[in-house]
T-cell receptor, first 113, second 112 residues
Framework: DGGITQSPKYLFRKEGQNVTLSCEQN?????MYWYRQDPGQGLRLIYY???????QKGDIAEGYSVSREKKESFPLTVTSAQKNPTAFYLC????????????FGPGTRLLVL | QQQVKQSPQSLIVQKGGISIINCAYE??????FPWYQQFPGKGPALLIA?????SEKKEGRFTISFNKSAKQFSLHIMDSQPGDSATYFC???????????FGRGTSLIVHP
């Protein structure tokens, strides 16, 4: 059963804390993405990766970091430098052509304590 | 700079009515135009997509109309149902680019 999984579903962050959101896909897709969703803002790109060991900043990368050590995995770390982290975070993947559909995970909602 | 402008931001329709959501783009290099449907607390999922070599694509109650000269495309939902209540995103991408450009979304509510 192919797809994208994200964990946890809910994540609470204390001030000054780094937290990591997990994203795993078994679709054999080369490209993976992280988006942030806020009400009325649509989907804003944080980081994307076209291949293993390579990733690029998106429109709102400040305060976030990623790694791509395996094709299947693209974790996102929300650092303490991100002052307004409360949002719904979506991971997605696609084939390499750029014209194809993006497949989204179920999302992680990050809340600040 | 928002390259894909989506309207309206919110839409309320009665059951059985037609829902229409519009998107306009600027980059003439775009050649793939998908629509995504997102239910509350879930990730978006592809609903229907079109390429610019056709002016219309229909899948069940959902139709995309595409106007290349006007650089506009729209989603029509016929016989709208309460189960269609969701947020809809249009997007555009071009071959060779891995990054689609999304509209800001339309929140659709269909009243029973």
């Amino acid at each position: 059963d192919g797809g994208i999984t994200q964990s946890p579903k809910y994540l609470f962050r204390k001030e000054g804390q780094n937290v990591t959101l997990s994203c795993e896909q078994n679709l054999n897709h080369d490209a993976m993405y992280w988006y942030r969703q806020d009400p009325g803002q649509g989907l804003r790109l944080i980081y994307y990766s076209q291949i293993v060991n390579d990733f690029q900043k998106g429109d709102i990368a400040e305060g976030y970091s990623v790694s791509r050590e395996k094709k299947e995995s693209f974790p996102l770390t929300v650092t303490s430098a991100q002052k307004n982290p409360t949002a719904f975070y979506l991971c997605a993947s696609s084939t390499q052509t750029g014209q194809e559909t993006q497949y989204f995970g179920p999302g992680t909602r990050l809340l600040v304590l | 700079q928002q390259q894909v402008k989506q309207s309206p931001q919110s839409l309320i329709v009665q059951k059985g009515g037609i829902s229409i959501i519009n998107c306009a783009y600027e980059n003439t290099a775009f050649d793939y135009f998908p629509w995504y449907q997102q239910f509350p607390g879930k990730g978006p999922a592809l609903l229907i997509a079109i390429r610019p070599d056709v002016s219309e694509k229909k899948e069940g109650r959902f139709t995309i109309s595409f106007n290349k000269s006007a650089k506009q495309f729209s989603l029509h939902i016929m016989d709208s149902q309460p189960g269609d209540s969701a947020t809809y995103f249009c997007a555009a991408s071009k071959g060779g680019s891995y990054i689609p450009t999304f509209g800001r979304g339309t929140s659709l509510i269909v009243h029973p």
